[in-house]
């Protein structure tokens, strides 16, 4: 709202405007510095948390920016198991049938002519 001369008829309604729009002045300057203060913090917070995440947060390729690369890891990783269970299976397979074998073929040959 603009000022304009017809607003004051006097000189003491003009200093308690100007006194008024001091004090609201007054009060944002001070609501202003305690949200530059809580700023601060935050921003010293975020960058504590930065810090922690950079120090404890694993070094892979799982967290990589390129896309292929964290595919590939991915694919590398699933192979990986896939091996291992593969092998691991296929010992228990054999230890199990492997015997139910040696008796089917000692059936067998004793009971050809």
Known sequence: MPISAEQFKNIHDLVRYLNDLESKVNLLEEQNSALRTSLEEMSTRNADLVAFLKENWPKTSLFHRSFWVRALTIFGHNLVIQLI???????????ILAPVLIQLFRQMSGSLP
Do not use: D, N, R
């Open 85 to 95: 269970l593969g092998v691991f299976l296929t010992i228990i397979y054999f230890a």
